[in-house]
């Protein structure tokens, strides 16, 4: 086995600990949301904590290959808001953090010639940004008030 990059593990580490909180984030606002009874919500919510939870696999399963246990990371604080429109941002700031970590990511595996974690990192760069769109599309929704918030 090639020697493990300190700084490629940081990001494995650093991301996994992300999604995570993520997947914490997202089934917390899904129960938030089925309580105020949008049922539509709670179930988007549900399947965007299922994405991050498939996320956070996909990690989990690199460090394994690299013989890194995947376990004790502790996690960012999560913020849930008080209403669904303060949700949605909230959750913009996640994703966006997650789209800076997988760009540097993607950049730091291209610059040491690493093309497993490049389509690793890439791959989930790409989710990251359709998750920020989804996103960006529902808040334009509530701002035109064809959603309630
Ligand atoms: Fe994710
Ligand atoms: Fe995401």
Do not use: C
């Amino acid at each position: 086995m090639m020697a493990t990059d300190p700084r490629l593990v940081g990001y494995l580490m650093r991301a996994l600990a992300h999604e995570m909180a993520a997947v914490q984030q997202y089934l917390a606002q899904a129960s938030l949301a089925t309580m105020w009874q949008m049922h539509d919500h709670g179930q988007r919510f549900r399947r965007d904590a299922e994405e991050e939870l498939n996320h956070a696999q996909q990690l989990i399963e690199h460090l394994l290959v690299l013989g890194i246990p995947a376990n004790g990371v502790s996690l960012p604080p999560i913020r849930l808001g008080r209403t669904l429109e303060e949700m949605l941002l909230i959750d913009r700031g996640l994703e966006i953090e997650a789209i800076r970590l997988y760009e540097e990511a993607a950049h730091y595996s291209v610059r040491v010639r690493n093309p497993e974690l490049q389509v690793l990192f890439t791959g989930l760069l790409q989710d990251e940004w359709g998750h920020l769109n989804d996103l960006d599309r529902l808040l334009t929704e509530i701002h035109k008030g064809s959603v309630s918030s």
